[in-house]
């Protein structure tokens, strides 16, 4: 986590979606480059910068710099930091904002931060004018690796997270990998989770060279810009094939699910658990299910444990702090998550470690008797 | 306006958009049929109905009533009638209450009133779940004719009418012609503005039939019901034709500049001005300042300024109540106003009656200028 990627050399990812296709770019020091970036991409010569108060301090000054060396005019607002911006009152902060800057057609709205700034003001810009452009520069790795690819937007409802939002497809994703050196590592390994979840869906291979390499993935070694641009092919390839979650895409909600549910259970309290840790115990969970069922041997819930425990993340409910609610409540939640048809639970589940897939009819009685048993008692 | 339709045909209106195609069912009786209909059509048994206080008191009863002899099981919201409805507070109440009841992905929220309702409910089922099944029943003209058709949804902003929203289509749309004999007259013509408006665009065999026909239209007779299918299929050909606004659609913007301008500068209060009172003068300034950049003869001003004054529409600023702000104000309100393209306004000008284009180079002074003529002294 000292050391800067000792690669200078910068990847590209293609997201291939016909006339909303666009690039993600992936390396350090693209946010001093950021200007020339966007201003040799885009007709307007105006943007609407939102970010929080944890990256402001650090990356706000520079990138606005950069904007400006690149012609650009722009604007900024700063939100509070943490998953509780994800609402309705910031998001009418975020749409004012962009609003008063006057931002028009061929200008756009930028995400630097996290995954809470990115689906936030995506959904933002998203709605605005009923759809503006929108470049995401993501300082954290799970945004690098997973929220700002794809173009799902939104916010969270008190019956659950990201219950309210669009698809809105960034025209650009600048991903420097320089800002991850400034990440905590419980940060880091939080967006780790995501990286492992790519192998853990179909690439048996990349979750093999996760287990030899995640050290020098940690360290910011050559390894860490080949993960990143590896996942987010992996996400790109998903989805480019479907778009907008009518079938294959759901695979990327493994571990989501319980996940989202222990999310809700803990209040979005990033204190007790952040998004990445609730997917690394929801992975352990969804392969625990699975080899419960009889789908998967139970010693791939056990490498999936070994690795994720060893890396530092999270691996059962028992590791998060304070209590839970009783397991119905936990039930409850995952019943509303919005990954349900006429009552029956979609699940991702597994064959083995790289052979997930959608189950659709999964009993919520089996699923509120495994939880129990494995509860914190 | 006292007489139900004596024609008891009911219409449909195929709205051709591929795989989210819908049809617009007209004519009387829609209510009491909108279980039988909505039934036959839907996988799903759950429906959140939004309506305001105007429209509860007389439908919101039968309609339940209705929905429940089809097997379908209901919750309703009732909000606030008015513009000023078009909110973030109020798009927040629509959000939660389809999630509190538990609405999936083959259920529908069912907007069950006039444009305000339509546009609210619309932008909030098009972000329920990244967007939920949608059925409009527009109990005004003005919605049945316009808003209810085409799938643009949204609220206001300070900054402007419309500025926050989506595209979302609608699912089905029950368009009850027996409702419109409980509007009252200055309802009902603010909603004849926008019929008379799709013969001003491209059909000045169907502007002169409404010249000779309206009277019938306006006592309930069978023009009225002839009247909409032709306006519905209208706009429903230009919405196939051009589902997100990125060239032909704009000309439903006819008058629109002008009038959402007149909205923002009498501060939505419906006392003064309703939408369809600003898209009549707005309707009236477009072929006078057509007339005045010698696109048009001033003979078709007058023409149009003849039909929608004695239809009982405004057709100058100073027939609205109260004093107007300054015309830089109302100018201002135009270059914030959505159809603006690099600092050039984009207008929909004239030829002559249903002749009508999109001039995306209008410079601002000229509009200036005219609106200064123009203005109440």
New interface residues.
């Given amino acids: 986590m000292t050391e800067a990627p000792s690669s200078p050399a910068r990847r590209s990812v293609r997201v291939d979606l016909g006339d909303r296709s666009y690039d993600i770019l992936i390396g350090p020091g693209l946010i001093a480059a950021a200007g020339a970036e966007i201003s040799s991409r885009m007709?307007?010569r105006r943007v609407a910068v939102i970010t929080d108060e944890h990256v402001a301090p650090i990356y706000l000054e520079p990138f606005m710099r950069s904007l400006a060396g690149g012609g650009i005019q722009a604007v900024s607002l700063v939100l509070p930091a943490g998953e509780k911006t994800k609402s309705?009152p910031h998001?009418?902060d975020v749409?004012?904002s962009v609003?008063?800057a006057?931002i028009?057609?061929?200008d756009a709205v930028v995400a630097l931060g996290g995954g809470v700034i990115g689906d936030l003001t995506g959904?933002a810009a998203?709605?605005?004018?009923?759809?503006s452009r929108f470049i995401q520069v993501p300082t954290s790795l799970l945004a690098q690796v997973d929220s700002s690819v794809g173009g799902?937007t939104?916010i969270n409802?008190?019956?659950?997270k990201n219950?309210?939002?669009?698809?809105h497809q960034p025209d650009l994703v600048l991903a420097d990998t320089d800002v991850l050196d400034t990440l905590s590592p419980r940060e880091f390994a939080a967006g780790y989770a995501e990286v492992a979840k790519y192998g853990l869906i179909d690439k048996p291979e990349f979750f093999a060279w996760l287990e030899k390499n995640w050290r020098d993935i940690f360290a910011g070694g050559d390894a860490r810009i080949e993960a990143i641009a590896t996942s987010c092919q992996a996400k790109a390839d998903v989805v480019a094939a479907d778009e907008?979650e009518n079938g294959l895409r759901a695979l990327l909600n493994l571990g989501h699910t319980f996940g989202h549910a222990l999310e809700a259970a803990t209040e979005y309290d990033s204190r007790r658990l952040v998004h990445g840790e609730g997917v690394s115990i929801g992975m352990v969970l969804a392969h625990q299910f699975s080899a419960r069922m009889n789908l998967a041997s139970p010693d791939d819930a056990r490498r999936v444990e070994a690795h994720l425990g060893e890396v530092g993340l999270p691996i059962s409910m028992a590791q998060i702090p304070g209590s839970l609610p009783p397991a119905e409540t936990l039930m409850d939640a995952i019943a509303?998550d919005?990954k349900?048809?006429?009552g029956k639970l979609t699940f991702i589940l597994t064959r083995g470690i790289g052979q997930s897939f959608v189950a659709d009819d999964v009993p919520p009685s089996e699923v509120l008797a495994f939880l129990k048993d494995k509860y914190p008692k």
């Fill in positions: 007709k307007g309705f998001l009418m749409c004012d609003l008063g006057r028009e057609r061929n959904f998203g709605i605005v004018r009923r759809g799902k939104g409802s008190r019956h659950g219950l309210i939002g669009v698809f907008r509303q919005k349900v048809k006429s």
